[in-house]
């Protein structure tokens, strides 16, 4: 497929950098912009080391609808890949206004800046929040949407947003990607997830522990209906999910049509699976305690993951070993630390 000129909304962030990489790799030229609120500026710069050329980067909010027309104006946007968003679940139950500006008053600015420039390809960044606690595992993308706290919420409402606007214009086509749980870092060991607070999500809490920097892994819970009691998900390796919107954007320009998919292996594995997995890989001792069950926590989440392949041939490649290999690489390597 040509190259196409995409902007990556959020493109500094975790997934949004390793989706950088990959849509450069199949020949895309590539914009960011990122407002750096959760993104070191450097990631630009590695970015730029990685490719072998200067990486064109806008720091703007998405909810300035001034900067995004200007960056429009110049671009000349054949897609657009929307990752800005806040992800915290715990601070979207203290701080929802925050939660729903970004979230939905970002998406609302983008679709009009993107409409006034007849730019009607849109991949959206969802998730496996949005459903709930599912009834079925693995889960299917027919499975109800259940709000469970505003973050999950914005992401049922952006869904909804989307399919109210293709519906109501065939020139639209979206693709919608309901993650699971990313993991790992890229292979050049140059980017990765870089949380600037102590980290809510389990990888990057272990991986922090690996290095030192904190003590004690703290295990939410072994009385969960699960093989071995813990949580269970489904970790997918972030290079493997950053090829998936290269597919979603090929599949968008093919059929003028769009998707909404699943994007996870297939299979899950438990926080204590998770913890040994990552020992092996980084030989360091990883302490654990069990405590209380972390409240809102699923018991389980994984992907019903045949629609993604179906539609977009998507299939991951990339095992649990490699995603805490490429992650401990990331975080014990000279560039994961530093302030900028
Ligand atoms: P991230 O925080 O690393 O990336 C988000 C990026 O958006 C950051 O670089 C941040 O600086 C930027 N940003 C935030 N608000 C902005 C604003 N108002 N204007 C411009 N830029 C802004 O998070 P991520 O893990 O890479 O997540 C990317 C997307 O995927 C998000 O929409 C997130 O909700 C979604 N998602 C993430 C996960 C996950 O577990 N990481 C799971 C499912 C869905
Ligand atoms: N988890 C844990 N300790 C932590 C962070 C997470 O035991 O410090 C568990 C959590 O209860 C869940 C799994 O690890 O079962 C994945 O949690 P994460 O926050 O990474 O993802 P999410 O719950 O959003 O899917």
Redesign the pocket.
């Known amino acids: 497929m040509a190259g196409r000129r995409i902007l990556l909304?959020?493109?500094?962030?975790?997934?949004?950098?390793?989706t950088f990489l990959a849509l450069a790799e199949a020949g895309h030229d590539v914009v960011i912009?990122?407002?750096?609120?959760?993104?070191r500026r450097s990631?630009v710069d590695r970015l730029a080391q990685i490719v072998g050329r200067p990486v064109e980067a806008i720091d703007?909010?998405?909810?300035?609808a001034e900067a995004l027309e200007a960056a429009f104006r110049k671009g000349g946007f054949e897609a657009v890949v929307?990752?800005?968003?806040?992800?915290a679940v715990s601070e979207s139950v203290e701080k929802p206004l925050d939660y729903f500006?970004?979230?939905i008053?970002?998406l609302m600015t983008l679709l009009r800046v993107m409409e006034a420039h007849d730019c009607r390809r849109l991949v959206?960044?969802?998730?496996?929040?949005v459903y709930g606690v599912p009834d079925e595992t693995p889960t299917p993308e027919t499975a109800d949407f259940r709000a469970m706290n505003p973050?999950g919420h914005?992401?049922i409402m952006g869904e909804q947003i989307l399919n109210w606007l293709s519906a109501s214009d065939p020139r639209w086509a979206i693709g919608a990607?309901?993650?699971?749980?990313?993991a790992g870092a890229h292979g050049s060991a140059m980017i990765g997830?870089?949380?600037r607070d102590i980290p809510n999500?389990l990888f990057p809490f272990i991986a922090k522990v690996a290095t030192g920097e904190l003590s004690r892994i703290r295990v939410f819970g072994n009385d969960y209906d699960t093989p071995d009691g813990t949580g269970v998900r489904d970790y997918i390796h972030?290079e493997d999910l950053a090829r998936g919107h290269a597919l979603s954007l090929d599949k968008l320009f093919e059929s003028g049509e769009g998707h909404l998919v699943n994007l996870g292996t297939g299979r899950g594995y438990s926080v204590l699976e998770v913890i040994a997995a990552y020992k092996r890989a980084s030989n360091r001792d990883l302490p654990f305690d069990i405590v209380d069950r972390r409240p809102g926590d699923v018991p389980i989440y994984v992907a019903s993951a045949g629609k993604a392949a179906e539609v977009l041939g998507f299939r991951t490649e990339r095992t649990l070993d490699e995603m805490c290999a490429s992650s401990w690489a990331w975080i014990s390597g000279p560039h994961s630390e530093g302030t900028e």
């Open positions: 909304t959020g493109g500094a962030g975790y997934i949004g950098s390793h912009l990122d407002n750096f609120v959760n993104a990631v703007a909010d998405v909810r300035d929307h990752f800005a968003a806040l992800k500006d970004v979230n008053g970002g959206f960044s969802s998730s496996a929040t973050y914005t992401k990607l309901r993650y699971f749980n990313p997830e870089d949380p999500n972030v």
